[in-house]
């Protein structure tokens, strides 16, 4: 069952948003986008390092949490917008990814934008009705894991005397 605030984004019906939205659905483009976003923002090789093991983290994460839950997608209804992808929802891993993201800019003046475009990446994945909102939910959650997690190890390894 979805819940409402879901369905009422999956019955907007703009062909700007839908357009953008099915860009964004392309693994090539969004991984493109949330590349882009990362270098634009961010200069120091160190961090730009940290930054894609985040990514790669919040990936596995994601992908291990689908298996697990093994939960459908939303997607079979009248306002699907493209056809229902054949993996499983929760959590939305273009909302864990561009959460991300957004979390490696919390201390940066740039932030607000980098949140903007994760909010804007999730809306596309439940107004394409491929996630519900419990799905983004569950992509901010791996985000912060994911992010907090690389914190750690890096964070431990520079304890243990390993550089950067």
Do not use: W
Not at 32 to 58: D, N, P, S, Y
Not at 63 to 71: G, N, R, V
Not at 147 to 155: E, N
């Amino acid at each position: 069952m979805q819940d409402y605030i879901s369905l009422f984004i999956s019955t907007v019906n703009n062909e700007l948003l839908t357009n953008i939205s099915k860009a964004l659905d392309s693994d090539i483009i969004f991984g493109i986008a949330l590349l882009t976003a990362m270098l634009i923002g961010e200069r120091r090789r160190e961090k730009i390092k940290k930054i894609i093991f985040a990514f790669v983290l919040a990936f596995i994460i994601s992908a291990a949490a689908k298996e697990i839950f093994k939960i459908n997608r939303p997607c079979i209804n009248e306002f699907a917008r493209i056809d229902c992808p054949n993996s499983y929802a929760f959590p939305s891993t273009h909302a864990a990814l561009s959460f991300t993201l957004a979390i490696a800019f919390l201390n940066k003046r740039s932030y607000p934008a980098y949140l903007l475009f994760a909010v804007f990446v999730s809306f596309t994945r439940i107004y394409l009705t491929v996630h519900s909102l419990v799905d983004v939910g569950g992509g901010i959650a791996v985000a912060g894991i994911s992010y907090y997690i690389t914190d750690l190890l890096i964070k431990n390894g520079e304890k243990q005397g390993f550089s950067k």
